[in-house]
């Protein structure tokens, strides 16, 4: 189904050429009080200055020891839709920054910016999103996410949000999942993930499988996935036309065959032929997921029967210019071999 794009047009009555813009550190001061301000034209205004100075870092530190988060989370529940829209577009250009995503840290915005989850306007919710996705890129904001108790509701979010902002919440939790999973499996996540496994979009196929890596590379994870019957869905994204849903999925798949259901799982599956079809592809992405794969694959007398007959295509791999690939090979080729 096609969606229409989020707009960030604002409405025609806000100029942002008649925004008052001075110069030096005496303009953030001037702005920071027509925050406050009770008319909301100049709200509007001083937000669309803000949005300009906050592409330079150094602006977005004076900003921060000013004082302007708090201002900026005051608005962000303000009832008119241009003030919250451009009150979290200033948020995501300062969380660009590393000294701004610091200060929306130790500022609690995180945790501010959960009330706008079901804001009527898209682009004020992309916004947010945006925002959440860049703060997950480092370990503090992962935790700042995960300590606002975002992941139960993000993870229902994947089956309502529009498309643009789903790409944004998988990036999420990919990050965060990576620290912590207990929330996410309880709010019902493999279910969600399996069904955007076949989503039309190839990113949106991507993201879900490496949602899905994250929590299948941690013990609690594992079983889940395979009771979920995630695997066939893997095995089935392994012949996938994009290359980084070929490569999310064989990481996906690794993971989830460190467990004996999962192997099990793989092998009614048939993922060995498009496994091997990946290892022997040299430019493939997913090649050393795939080596690795098979090695657990193995570890079956059927899967190690299969094999046998393909180690011409491990042999391949020892020429591999990543030494990383060729050790994975080797290790396929003493496993395929091994006789007990």
């Known amino acids: 189904m096609v969606q229409p794009r989020i707009s960030a047009y604002l409405p025609p009555a806000i100029d942002p050429t008649k925004a008052a813009l001075a110069f030096g550190r005496r303009a953030l001061p001037k702005l920071n009080e027509e925050l406050q301000s009770a008319e909301l034209l100049t709200q509007q205004r001083a937000l669309m200055a803000l949005c300009d100075l906050a592409h330079d870092p150094e602006k977005v530190y004076q900003a921060i020891e000013i004082g302007f988060l708090a201002n900026l989370k005051t608005l962000l529940g303000h009832p008119d839709n241009t003030v919250r829209q451009k009150a979290t577009e200033v948020l995501y250009l300062m969380s660009v920054h590393s000294v701004g995503r610091q200060g929306l840290i130790q500022n609690g915005v995180i945790s501010a910016l959960t009330g706008l989850l079901d804001d009527p306007v898209d682009i004020c919710r992309k916004n947010i999103h945006l925002v959440f996705d860049m703060m997950a890129e480092i370990p503090e904001g992962a935790a ?133 079809k990946l290892v022997a592809e040299e430019t493939s992405t997913a090649r050393l997921n795939a080596i690795k794969a098979l090695t657990l694959l193995a570890e079956l007398p059927e899967g190690r029967e299969t094999l046998l007959d393909h180690t011409d295509t491990f042999q391949e791999c020892l020429d591999d210019p990543r030494e990383v690939v060729k050790r994975a090979a080797q290790t396929a080729i003493r496993a395929i071999e091994w006789k007990p």
């Open 144 to 276: 700042g996410v995960l300590q606002a108790g975002l992941i139960p509701p993000l993870v229902l979010k994947l089956q309502t949000e529009l498309d643009e902002i789903l790409e944004l919440i998988l990036g999420t939790l990919s990050n965060c999942l990576r620290m912590e999973v207990s929330e996410a499996l309880a709010t019902g996540a493999i279910a969600a993930l399996k069904e955007k496994l076949t989503h039309p979009s190839a990113a949106i196929r991507s993201k879900a499988a490496q949602v899905l890596l994250e929590i299948s590379s941690h013990p609690e994870g594992k079983l889940p996935v395979c009771e979920e019957e995630v695997i066939p869905v893997l095995v089935s994204l392994l012949g996938d036309t994009d290359p980084a849903v070929q490569a999310s999925a064989t990481g996906a798949l690794m993971f989830a065959l460190v467990t004996p259901q999962g192997r099990a799982s793989a092998m009614a599956a048939a993922a060995i032929p498009p496994l091997l």
